[in-house]
């Protein structure tokens, strides 16, 4: 079975334009997270998802960077105004997440995004 | 502070050795733990949940420390292969679960 699936693998990009990554999440997983990890750090929370419910977006580190999930499975997150230090790779995970649960996460292999 | 707080190393071990990390959360309310592992330059991924009654599979043993709210991981006989970052992770429970990760503790394990 297909596992999270996200695009582009790597992207270079001007400062200063949008980007848009990708996440395909494994089909019937309602959570979906994105992380942000800068090179030799940990991974740094952006935004979850859970099925129909308001995204907790409280990991966001400016307006400039916004996402939405669509249908409940696909995810988009754009980065507005791109500067260098947005530089990192951007992880997508999604989860089962059901309350009887002990839910396992699974990572997609990420997207690198290179401000120049 | 951090909701999940780790000592992020590095851990220099030689082969064989034994070595374990802790990881401390803050939200009393967590309902489940987990370790994953995340290679270089590779996405992280699952290596054990922690239960409260302990668990161990195989050279890795994990513990649950709920009135100090704290994890461990114990590995045994260290490999080369074991190189690599852990990562605490925690949920926060009450409800849908949302996964809080640790920053993550590096272990290098050295001919």
């Known amino acids: 079975g297909a596992g999270v699936s996200q695009s582009p693998s790597n992207k270079v990009t001007e400062k200063g334009k949008d980007v848009e990554l990708r996440c395909d999440p494994i089909s019937g997983h309602t959570a979906l997270y994105w992380y942000r990890q800068s090179l030799g750090q940990g991974l740094e929370f952006l935004i979850y998802f859970q099925g129909n419910s308001a995204p907790d977006k409280s990991g966001l580190p400016s307006d400039r960077f916004s996402a939405e999930r669509t249908g409940g499975s696909v995810s988009t997150l754009t980065i507005q105004r791109t500067q260098q230090e947005d530089s990192a790779v951007y992880l997508c995970?999604?989860?089962?997440?059901?309350?009887?649960?002990?839910?396992?996460?699974?990572f997609g292999q990420g997207t690198r995004l290179t401000v120049v | 502070r951090k909701e999940v707080e780790q000592d992020p190393g590095p851990f220099n071990v030689p082969e064989g050795a034994t070595v374990a990390f802790n990881c401390t959360y803050s939200?009393?309310?967590?309902?489940?733990f987990f370790w994953y592992r995340q290679d270089c330059r590779k996405e992280p991924k699952l290596l054990m949940s922690?239960?409260?009654s302990g668990n161990e599979d195989g050279r890795f043993t994990a513990q649950l420390n709920r009135a100090s709210q704290y994890i461990s991981l114990l590995i045994r006989d260290s490999k080369l292969s074991d190189s690599a970052t852990y990562l605490c992770?925690?949920?926060?429970?009450?409800?849908?679960?949302?996964?809080?990760f640790g920053t993550g503790t590096r272990l290098l394990v050295s001919p």
């Open positions: 922690v239960y409260s």
């Open positions: 992770v925690v949920n926060r429970g009450t409800g849908f679960q949302k996964l809080v």
């Open positions: 995970a999604s989860s089962v997440n059901r309350r009887d649960l002990n839910t396992e996460a699974f």
């Open positions: 939200n009393s309310a967590s309902q489940s």
